[in-house]
């Protein structure tokens, strides 16, 4: 799981390391817009432009929808994911943690057979 | 009699639930097939305590481990890498209750709440944390769950001065 969040952050900061696409994210938060705008606006070609966006994507950051021929893009759900995902890696931390206190009681509860027994005798 | 139980099929390990109650309040409960005066045991004993809290498999390795459980008592864990967590116990009752403070990020910290409630030879054990605001609690979610926090804060920064710096968009 931590190493998925690495990965995760990894993306994102890939994605965040260069000029353009940090603009374009930038454009995105303020409003959506197509491939095509966005190529005339970073002064790019449209494959530049495809790139540049697909990297975002991956990384979360961006989300595209495709509506006829237009391929319209927004800022993704990623940071969102993020803060529901925390609760489960929490989660997740607690149950490694009380399955090794199971075996603590375990040895706990060996401990109070053996000793029971002893005053028994 | 003691041979015959011991050959039954090892139970399932019991579910833990997560719930965040309110905005600055999160629930941990686990159910445990032993009697309360144990599970506050392992909760209580330094040397019990130090096996479970850092579970091996999470590479999580703790240091040291000092508890002074009663009332005003205080505890500190240091895990690798300089990482510390310490408090006091606001309230301890044997076997039931446990109540501390988390004391590492200065004052105004979340307290943690432990009770043990013993039904039919096993314990429901619930842990509560209270946060002094949703921003403490969402904070402490992206950091105590894997030590992440810094980075994330990191990266919200970036988000928000790409947010904040508006019209300056490259257009060249």
């Given amino acids: 799981m931590v190493q998925y969040t690495n990965a995760n952050l990894d993306t994102s900061f890939a994605a965040l390391s ?20 966005l190529a005339e ?12 966006v697909g990297v975002l994507e991956q990384a979360g950051l961006v989300i595209t929808q495709k509506v006829g021929r237009v391929r319209t893009c927004k800022v993704g759900p990623h940071r969102l994911a993020e803060a529901t995902a925390w609760l489960e890696k929490y989660r997740q931390l607690w149950a490694a943690r009380f399955d090794e206190l199971d075996g603590v009681i375990e040895d706990l509860k060996q401990r109070e057979k053996i000793d029971g027994r002893k005053k028994r005798e | ?32 097939d032993a009697p309360a005066q144990i599970v506050f045991e392992a909760w209580t004993k330094p040397d019990l305590f130090r096996r479970w809290w850092a579970p091996r498999s999470r590479g999580i390795s703790l240091l040291s481990c ?73 904070a ?12 994330f804060g990191q990266l919200d920064e970036l988000l928000a001065t790409l947010g904040a710096s508006g019209g300056r968009v490259r257009s060249g």
Avoid: C
């Avoid at chain 1, 790019?44 to 495809?50: F, H, Q, V, Y």
């Avoid at chain 2, 833990?16 to 159910?31: A, D, F, H, Q, W």
């Fill in chain 1, 18 to 37: 260069d000029v353009t696409r940090r603009g374009v994210l930038e454009q995105l938060i303020r409003a959506e817009a197509s491939i095509t705008e």
């Fill in chain 1, 41 to 52: 606006k970073f002064n790019m070609t449209l494959t530049g432009m495809k790139k540049h």
């Fill in chain 2, 1 to 32: 009699m003691a041979a015959r139980k011991e050959s039954e099929p090892k139970p399932m390990k019991n579910r833990t639930t997560v719930e965040r109650k309110s905005e600055r309040e999160l629930i941990v409960m686990r159910t445990f």
């Fill in chain 2, 66 to 138: 000092e508890m002074d459980v009663r009332v005003g008592g205080g505890y500190r864990l240091v895990f690798g890498k300089g990482m510390e967590f310490f408090g006091r116990y606001i309230e301890v009752t044997p076997h039931s209750r446990l109540v501390w403070t988390n004391d590492e990020g200065g004052e105004g910290g979340p307290v943690t709440t432990v009770t043990f409630e013993e039904k039919g030879g096993k314990t429901l054990l619930v842990m509560h944390e209270l946060y002094s605001s949703k921003e403490a609690l969402d």
């Fill in chain 2, 140 to 151: 402490a979610g992206t950091g105590a769950a894997d030590g992440m926090g810094e980075l």
